[in-house]
């Protein structure tokens, strides 16, 4: 395998990939404070269950940092990305972008622009 192959495999990582996730960082990067869970709810359009299980997954991974308290009487949880969360998914949009240029370069040119029905090339 040459170093290219390797170098976006090894920052490709798949905890950012699900689509969920990727979208739940995409509305932490966007925000420049703590994100409330119910903004992240909306934003992403997740359920409560299914944006638990994601967060969950990130906190894990150690991507997210998830603060709770009470604001009043009302419990409130606030989400961020960590340090190294930022750079690690900063690294996995450079190998995503990497990886879709090489896709992209590697189309012949009459494919290119060509609809595409069904997984094959239709004749124009």
Do not use: W
Not at 52 to 63: A, C, D, I, N, Q
Not at 90 to 109: D, F, M
Request: charged share 30%; with cysteine.
């Amino acid at each position: 395998m040459n170093q290219d192959k390797r170098h976006d495999t090894e920052l490709f990582e798949k905890v950012f990939h699900e689509p969920n996730r990727l979208s739940i960082m995409s509305v932490l990067c966007a925000s420049d404070k703590r994100t409330t869970f119910n903004e992240l709810k909306e934003g992403c359009k997740l359920t409560d269950g299914n944006l638990s299980r994601h967060l969950k997954t990130l906190e894990e991974s150690g991507v997210i940092t998830i603060k709770k308290k009470f604001v009043g009487n009302k419990p409130q949880t606030t989400v961020s990305i960590s340090a190294s969360g930022l750079e690690r998914f900063n690294e996995y949009l450079a190998a995503l972008s990497e990886i879709l240029n090489k896709a992209k370069k590697a189309l012949k040119p009459e494919k290119a622009h060509a609809p595409v029905f069904y997984g094959r090339t239709a004749k124009v």
